[in-house]
T-cell receptor
Framework: AQSVTQLGSHVSVSEGALVLLRCNYS??????LFWYVQYPNQGLQLLLK??????LVKGINGFEAEFKKSETSFHLTKPSAHMSDAAEYFC????????????FGGGTRLMVKP | KAGVTQTPRYLIKTRGQQVTLSCSPI?????VSWYQQTPGQGLQFLFE???????NKGNFPGRFSGRQFSNSRSEMNVSTLELGDSALYLC??????????????FGAGSRLTVL
C-alpha cells in the first residue's frame, strides 16, 4: 500500500521568497516520487521525479526536491518565487509493483503575493 | 511532437445518461492511464491500458469502463451517470507500463458536468 500526505492545502508566499511545499509518503517498497503542477483548466505537468538515483532532484522552472528516506519526505523547494509559480502542486508516489498507478497527495495551492 | 489529446474538453450530461471520453496518446506511447479529479476526493486512479489490455484498475464501480485500440488510442465510458461523477477526467500516456519509473504525460482533461 502507498499513500501521500501534503501538509498545507494552501501556501502563500511573497514574490522573491522561498517556496517550500511539503510531501510525506508511505510505501512498503522503494518508491518513485513525482511532483506535478497544474495550472487552471489544464492537465498536470511534470516538475521533477525521483527514481532512486541522486537524492537531490532538479526540475524545471528552478524547482528541486530532496528525497529523505529516514523522514519519508520529498519536499519541493524553489529559492525565489515568481508570480507565474501560482498554481496547484501535487506530489505522487508509485513503485515497481504499482507501475503507472500513481497515488497522489491532496495538492497544495501556491499563491504568490506581489 | 503532439501531446496527449483528450476529447471532448467539456460536456454536460444528465443523470442516468452515459458518456464516452476519448484519449489519443503521444505517438509511440503504448500505455494509457485514466484519472478522476474532484474537489472532494482529489486525483484518483481509474485504470491503465497497455497493448489493448487492462493492466491495473482502481477502486471504482463497474459503471466505469475503458478500452484501448490497436493504435493505442483509448476510450473510457461511464454508464448510468450520477451527480458525483462530475469531475475532470485526465488521461496520461507513457512509453510502457512496466516500471513505476515511467513518466506520465497528461492531457488537458475532459470536464464532465452531470445535472
Amino acid at each position: 500500500a502507498q499513500s501521500v500526505t501534503q501538509l498545507g492545502s494552501h501556501v502563500s508566499v511573497s514574490e522573491g521568497a522561498l517556496v517550500l511545499l511539503r510531501c510525506n509518503y508511505s510505501s512498503s517498497v522503494p518508491p518513485y516520487l513525482f511532483w506535478y503542477v497544474q495550472y487552471p483548466n489544464q492537465g498536470l505537468q511534470l516538475l521533477l521525479k525521483y527514481t532512486s538515483a541522486a537524492t537531490l532532484v532538479k526540475g524545471i522552472n528552478g524547482f528541486e526536491a530532496e528525497f529523505k528516506k529516514s523522514e519519508t519526505s520529498f519536499h519541493l523547494t524553489k529559492p525565489s518565487a515568481h508570480m507565474s509559480d501560482a498554481a496547484e502542486y501535487f506530489c505522487a508516489v508509485t513503485n515497481n509493483n504499482a507501475g503507472n498507478m500513481l497515488t497522489f497527495g491532496g495538492g497544495t495551492r501556491l499563491m504568490v503575493k506581489p | 511532437k503532439a501531446g496527449v489529446t483528450q476529447t471532448p474538453r467539456y460536456l454536460i450530461k444528465t443523470r442516468g445518461q452515459q458518456v464516452t471520453l476519448s484519449c489519443s496518446p503521444i505517438s509511440g506511447h503504448r500505455s494509457v492511464s485514466w484519472y478522476q479529479q474532484t474537489p472532494g476526493q482529489g486525483l484518483q486512479f481509474l485504470f491503465e491500458y497497455f497493448s489493448e489490455t487492462q493492466r491495473n484498475k482502481g477502486n471504482f464501480p463497474g459503471r466505469f469502463s475503458g478500452r484501448q485500440f490497436s493504435n493505442s488510442r483509448s476510450e473510457m465510458n461511464v454508464s448510468t451517470l450520477e451527480l458525483g461523477d462530475s469531475a475532470l477526467y485526465l488521461c496520461a500516456s507513457s512509453l510502457d507500463g512496466g516500471s513505476g519509473a515511467n513518466v506520465l504525460t497528461f492531457g488537458a482533461g475532459s470536464r464532465l458536468t452531470v445535472l
